[in-house]
């Protein structure tokens, strides 16, 4: 792969990273019984505030190191598209669920491409490939 388009993935780990982990630790911050009991409010367990948080805030820096990547943004999208069909269902588009959709598609972005040559986990799999090959 070219080094722009590595450096594009970065990019795209690096904004995806930072938003989720904004968002996750936010979540924390501000009182995680608020978020649970919000949850609540709109027929969604409670104790699913702290799994999204948590998925957040550390899927968040595993997708800014590049570790995981595939994983995480599988769970990044799954809470997208519980943020889309739940919470931010009857907002629209604009100042509604736009966020959550660029955020969606960033991630399956990066389920589809990897985290790219300028991430940990291809450093640790590519060694680990070649001394396999080798």
Do not use: C, P, W
């Amino acid at each position: 792969m070219k080094l722009s388009t590595n450096a594009a993935f970065l990019v795209l780990r690096l904004a995806l990273g930072l938003i989720f982990i904004v968002h996750g630790f936010d979540k924390f911050a501000g009182g995680i019984e608020n978020t649970a009991h919000f949850f609540e409010s709109i027929g969604i367990s409670g104790g699913l505030a702290y799994v999204v948080a948590t998925i957040e805030l550390i899927g968040g820096i595993l997708m800014i190191l590049g570790l995981g990547t595939r994983i995480v943004a599988a769970l990044f999208i799954i809470v997208m598209l519980g943020a889309v069909f739940t919470v931010k269902s009857g907002t629209g588009f604009i100042g509604g669920y736009e966020l959550d959709l660029a955020l969606l598609g960033m991630s399956l972005a990066l389920l589809i491409s990897g985290g790219g040559a300028i991430s940990v986990e291809h450093q640790l799999f590519s060694k680990q490939s070649k001394e396999v090959q080798a």
